[in-house]
């Protein structure tokens, strides 16, 4: 009979925590901001079906990067406990907090005992009846479970993007002014030119706090190209006039020195692959180590 | 902890169980009998006691089991009414958008002779193009509606996209055949079923028998224990090319007349100032017409029929 190589725990833990980071790392990133009026999810997203943000319950959305079939499953089951559960109970009884617990466990139980640990980030987040009611769950593939307030970003380049958003982010945005600075964090890759990503390439949906009861909308095309143009056109005219907003200025200052290194194209193939990474199940194994900002933007544990 | 701590179908300690986790149907009713059949409408009943369980009065079953009528309280009249331009004479319907369906029910429950409730709602919405009224075992009905209303929402959620009209119409269906044990005892349910129909662009109405057959009725149809009353007056009062308003009118009336012949139908309480529910769904969605403008219309009728002063 066979030994078993002896591994160990430390070592198990770190290689199937590397391999999901590695996982996560490469999809694009989901920016979920707070806003006046309710709670916004962002990513960079070309198909019309295959959604990263949905919904769960009425005052409920989900947000997810990784691997598509898995957090797909998990946003199903997400469906099934609040559907259950407020049907066994009541409507209100239907919380982030509990949802988010839930998937704790999935997550934690599947990177403890499963083969593979779970290549997915997700977000759970519950707009409240006042903004101080608002609830945003962080879940990583280990089953942490972090109880952010205002904003996140997940996916790849997280803790850099994050940085960013954390910059520009201030409490009472209005949606335009939100969603804009969602897509210029979005669009700024690591290491060099800012994108600009079309209205057709986001997905984009709402959790609305004035909504009596089904919080979640998704925007269209069309509502999305309007808040981002208007609200575009009324920030810079904000700048002028208040001096720097707080998002403009520290969002120039890193762009700047990095625009004479590598030429566009180079950067944009990676993020190319990366975004159509998701969806795609042929995409599994080690693949090629993330890209240096990747790393350092990988989600803490 | 109920339903997700681990119980029978359950892996480990404190995660949700397989079930939620299978890839499966986009049917939350399927994935309630698969790992809850016990929260089923009705499961209680039917695997229970039975009816032996219940000393039943003789005569008062309407099945053959021993359930009494006045066991739970009774939902009677249900109307609906297509407007706007809908079908030509003979034919299938021209796409123009304009149309829609009210639907409109009263606020009587009875418990055998007895009003049980003066103020119940019998028209909810299914969804946000679709509305659904019961007539029949009140508590039963009431229960089928949250169960299809979170069966259309459910779906909704996972797939991302609506049922087709006549999906949600079968739908329907397919609850109400589950509650056939129980319409065999006496708690019969039976729903009316209508929405505007997104792909054709009209208002659209099904209706159901107790063992799920689905129906579709053209114009108008009603349901309940008034309807016999209800449908004649829809018969004369309705024509083609109605507006919302219009149609409201007629529903309003139909009631009218239901609640005049029918004990069990409650018409307008000008006292308590309760007014039928009446819904409307059009291209817009569904939309509960205000009480006040209800009111109007119902007092409008009554001044109608004051001046015509006919005791018949």
Redesign the interface.
Same mark, same amino acid.
């Given at each position: 009979m066979n030994m078993p190589f002896y591994v160990s725990p430390e070592q198990l833990m770190k290689d199937r925590a590397d391999f999901a980071r590695k996982g996560i790392a490469r999809g694009r990133s989901v920016v979920v901001l707070a806003y006046d009026a309710g709670i916004a999810f962002a990513t960079e997203n070309p198909s019309r079906?295959l959604?990263k943000i949905?919904?769960?319950y009425d005052r409920i959305g989900f947000a997810a990067v990784g691997k598509y079939n898995e957090f797909e499953? !998990?946003r @199903?089951?997400g @469906?099934?406990?609040a559907? !259950?559960?407020?049907?066994?109970?009541d409507r209100s009884d239907v919380t982030a907090r509990g949802l988010a617990n839930?998937y704790a466990?999935?997550l934690g139980?599947v990177f403890i005992?499963e083969s593979k640990p779970l290549e997915v980030e997700l977000v759970v987040a519950e707009v409240g009846r006042t903004a101080e009611d608002d609830q945003i769950y962080r879940l990583t593939y280990d089953g942490t479970v972090a109880d952010e307030h205002g904003h996140v970003v997940m996916g790849g380049q997280a803790e850099q993007l994050g940085r960013k958003v954390g910059e520009g982010w201030r409490p009472d945005m209005s949606l335009g002014e939100a969603l804009r600075l969602a897509v210029t964090v979005l669009g700024s890759s690591e290491n060099g030119t800012p994108r600009t990503i079309e209205p057709g390439q986001l997905e984009v949906a709402v959790l609305e706090r004035s909504r009596p009861r089904?919080a979640f909308r998704r925007l269209t095309k069309q509502s999305l190209t309007e808040l981002l143009t208007e609200e575009a056109a009324e920030d810079s005219g904000a700048d002028d006039a208040e001096g720097p907003g707080g998002t403009a200025v520290p969002r120039a200052v890193p762009a700047a020195p990095e625009k004479d290194e590598p030429a566009a194209p180079e950067k944009d193939d990676p993020a190319d692959q990366a975004g159509t990474a998701d969806p795609e199940p042929g995409d599994e194994g080690p693949g090629k180590p993330p890209p240096s900002g990747t790393q350092e933007g990988a989600p803490q544990d | 902890m109920d339903g997700f701590g681990g119980g029978p179908h359950g892996r480990g300690q404190g995660r949700l169980p397989d079930a939620f986790l299978r890839p499966g149907s986009s049917s939350f009713l399927e994935f309630l009998a698969e790992h809850a059949p016990d929260r089923l409408p009705g499961a209680a009943v039917t695997a229970g006691a039975g009816p032996s369980g219940y000393p039943g009065a003789p005569g008062a079953a309407a099945g053959q089991g021993g359930y009494r009528s006045d066991l739970s309280p009774h939902a009677t009249t249900i109307v609906a009414v297509t407007f706007g331009a809908g079908r030509p004479e003979g034919g299938r319907g021209t796409v123009s958008g304009s149309g829609g369906v009210v639907m409109a029910g009263d606020r009587r429950a009875t418990s055998g002779p007895m009003i049980a409730s003066r103020s119940m709602e019998k028209v909810y919405p299914a969804d946000d193009y679709s509305a659904v009224g019961i007539a029949g075992a009140a508590g039963i009905g009431i229960e089928l509606v949250k169960l299809y209303q979170l069966e259309l929402e459910h779906y909704e959620k996972i797939e991302g996209s609506l049922l087709s009209l006549e999906g949600k119409a079968n739908r329907l269906a397919t609850m109400l055949r589950g509650n056939l044990p129980m319409a065999m005892q006496g708690l019969t349910v039976v729903p009316l079923f209508a929405g505007y129909d997104l792909e054709r662009g009209e208002g659209r109405i099904f209706s159901y028998d107790p063992t799920g057959g689905c129906y579709e009725e053209y114009e108008h149809h009603g349901v309940g224990s008034g309807s016999l009353f209800a449908r004649g007056a829809m018969k004369k009062l309705w024509r083609p090319g109605l507006d919302a308003a219009g149609a409201v009118a007629v529903a309003v009336e139909a009631l009218y007349d239901a609640a005049d012949d029918d004990s069990a139908t409650g018409g307008p309480d000008t006292v308590r100032r309760i007014f039928p529910v009446v819904a409307t769904v059009t291209a817009d969605g569904y939309s509960r017409q205000p009480d006040d403008d209800v009111a109007a219309v119902a007092e409008r009728i009554a001044a109608e029929r004051r001046e015509r002063g006919s005791l018949a």
């Open positions: 079906a959604h949905s919904e769960i499953n !998990l @199903v089951a @469906v099934r406990y559907d !259950l559960r407020g049907y066994t109970y839930a466990q999935i139980t005992t089904r | -």
